[in-house]
């Protein structure tokens, strides 16, 4: 059974940091591309970063670009998303997922339930 779980969402106030982490199970980490993806209420659902299992290629979206760093720990199952410099437009709930590509559409494979973020102003 596969299985993403996020962690590490909060409440931060704007301009402070907050890592996310997402532990998977069931799948094989050197199949996939792991991406993070966040919606906000009553918004659709958007692609932020990539990264391949190697860690040699990412792929990040312009919002996010210079303030958010993916990253990943093969031996532990773990994809990582670094947060810094939060804006209260960053507030959504930000979700883990596997896809057997790069792709900034939100077709992928697997997805976690989602860890919120709220960022006061």
């Known amino acids: 059974q596969v299985q993403l779980v996020e962690s590490g969402g909060g409440l931060v106030q704007a301009g402070g940091s907050l890592r996310l982490s997402c532990v998977f199970s069931g799948v094989v980490f050197s199949n996939y591309v792991w991406g993070w993806f966040r919606q906000a209420p009553g918004k ?50 930000y979700y883990c997922a596997a896809h057997t590509g790069f792709s900034r559409k939100p077709d992928y494979d697997y997805w976690g339930q989602g860890t919120q973020v709220t960022v006061s102003s």
């Open 44 to 93: 659709e659902r958007e692609f932020l970063a990539a990264i391949s299992w190697r860690g040699d290629r990412s792929d990040y979206a312009d919002a996010v670009k210079g303030r958010f760093t993916i990253s990943r720990d093969t031996f532990k199952n773990l994809v990582f998303l670094q947060m810094t410099n939060l804006k209260p437009e960053d507030t959504a709930a």
